[in-house]
Nanobody
Framework: QVQLVESGGGLVQPGGSLRLSCAAS????????MGWYRQAPGKQRELVAG???????NYADSVKGRFTISRDNAKNTVYLQMNSLKPEDTAVYYC???????????????WGQGTQVTVSS
């Protein structure tokens, strides 16, 4: 079984920065798209940013120019650098990955457990 382990959340003041990390708990045959989602209280989970295995990225309009997604394929890790944070960025952030554990495994989608990001003065 594979787990996606997130780290880097916390409390930050408006205008501050945080860097989230998400690593697979074991070696993986292939990881395709990786991404970060977030869910604020009372709201639906939404895509924040995604990155393909070749490095193509996409972002929610609300975070363009402030957040940067990147990945280290050798470490099976995806990052989310968050700058100029706003109170409306407060949410639980979830890592997501589309992967194949072994060469003969089906392609499956996995979620991390979530990490809280709170932007407040």
């Amino acid at each position: 079984q594979v787990q996606l382990v997130e780290s880097g959340g916390g409390l930050v003041q408006p205008g501050g920065s945080l860097r989230l990390s998400c690593a697979a708990s074991r070696s993986i045959f292939s990881i395709y798209t990786m991404g970060w989602y977030r869910q604020a209280p009372g709201k639906q989970r939404e895509l924040v940013a995604g990155i393909t295995s070749s490095g193509s990225t996409n972002y929610a309009d609300s975070v363009k120019g402030r957040f940067t997604i990147s990945r280290d394929n050798a470490k099976n890790t995806v990052y989310l650098q968050m700058n100029s944070l706003k109170p409306e960025d407060t949410a639980v952030y979830y890592c997501n990955a589309d992967l194949r554990v072994y060469g003969y495994s089906p392609r499956e989608n996995y979620w991390g457990q979530g990490t809280q990001v709170t932007v407040s003065s």
